[in-house]
């Protein structure tokens, strides 16, 4: 199958590309190389680097490349930052997405798989949550997100157009030759194996006084590697509709530490820091509807195997991507 990456020269998107590789698909990947790196692209997929605000440029690209179906990564991930300039985040994740899907629509493409977030829910009334939970986001990043699933469920009703969103819970982990290079880092492992590497003095817990076994907050930590064999299962034709991605458990931030201490040998000092403000105290994936209908399961369930992933690779590249 021919199938467009965008934002494939980030984290999520370069695995993508890789595995999509592997299986024997053409790729084609676009990117703006604002946040990603240029040499975290398969070298077998064609680049093209992108300039979504340019006039006509999606809809160029993609009249070009004439995909059989799209695979949307590309967007913004600060939830801070999207607190700070909202703007930009509804400028990115909804305008420019909606320009892809419309060049999309226009190519006849028959599916466009959503990398969505669970920062839909916001702050979830029960847990492991559902696909059928209630939405209300507390920041512009998951407000962005949530209208984006609007518009291609409307778009599935008008034009017929299949799609899939995968709503995130905590991706982590790496393959022997992708790993996560954000800059600035904001995620936790990453953060985490930063100070075992010496590259940072201690580690940040913010809150230690929520309703949780150890005062932490829970998070569900999803393989990046199961995360995009899912996206790949959503390629087969009649696979449309909303599913969450994760493991089903939970991992306070202590025992994420703690999981990092074992797996590198090394100490890794913490010092505690208030709350952030609306950080809910537990965040943990139901996935058994994306396991149900697509066939999909896990492969790496336990958090230390995750981490064992990220550490060889952050060992191999302790200073990222080279670009």
């Known amino acids: 199958m021919r199938v467009l990456v965008t934002g494939g020269a980030g984290y999520i998107g370069s695995v993508c590309t890789e595995l999509l590789c592997d299986r024997g698909h053409e790729v084609i990947v676009y990117d703006s190389l604002w946040q990603g790196h240029r040499s975290a692209v398969d070298p077998r997929a064609r680049f093209i680097q992108g300039r979504p605000f340019e006039p006509g440029n999606i809809a160029t690209m993609m009249a070009e490349v004439r995909p059989e179906a799209v695979l949307h990564f590309a967007g913004d991930i600060l939830v801070g930052e999207s607190m700070q300039n909202p703007g930009k985040y509804f400028r990115n994740n909804v305008a420019c997405s909606l320009e892809f899907l419309e060049a999309a629509r226009a190519q006849n493409v028959r599916k466009f798989i959503f990398s969505s977030t669970a920062a839909t829910y916001g702050h979830p009334e029960q847990v492991p949550i559902t696909e059928d939970a209630p939405q209300r986001p507390v920041n512009p990043y998951g407000e962005a997100k949530l209208m984006f699933e609007r518009i291609l469920t409307w778009y599935h009703r008008i034009h017929g157009l299949e799609f899939v969103a995968f709503r995130y819970f905590n991706a982590a982990g790496a393959t022997e030759r992708h790993g996560e290079d954000h800059r600035p880092e904001t995620h936790l492992i990453p953060n985490v194996l930063k100070v075992a590497l010496g590259q940072k003095p201690h580690v940040e817990i913010y809150g230690t006084d929520y309703p949780t076994p150890d005062g932490t907050c829970i998070r569900d930590y999803i393989h990046v590697v199961d995360l995009v064999e899912a996206h790949i299962l959503a390629l087969q034709p009649g696979i449309c509709g909303f599913y969450n991605l994760g493991n089903g458990g939970g991992y306070s931030v202590r025992e994420v530490i703690a999981a990092c201490e074992r797996v590198t040998g090394r100490r890794i000092p913490a010092v505690e820091k208030p709350r952030r403000p609306g950080d809910?105290?537990?965040?943990?994936?139901?996935?058994?509807?994306?396991?149900?209908?697509?066939?999909?399961?896990?492969?790496?369930?336990?958090?230390?195997?995750?981490?064992a992933t990220a550490w060889a690779w952050h060992q191999k590249y302790p200073d990222g991507y080279p670009d």
């Open 280 to 307: 809910p105290p537990r965040l943990v994936a139901s996935a058994a509807r994306a396991m149900r209908e697509l066939g999909w399961k896990p492969r790496w369930p336990a958090l230390e195997d995750i981490v």
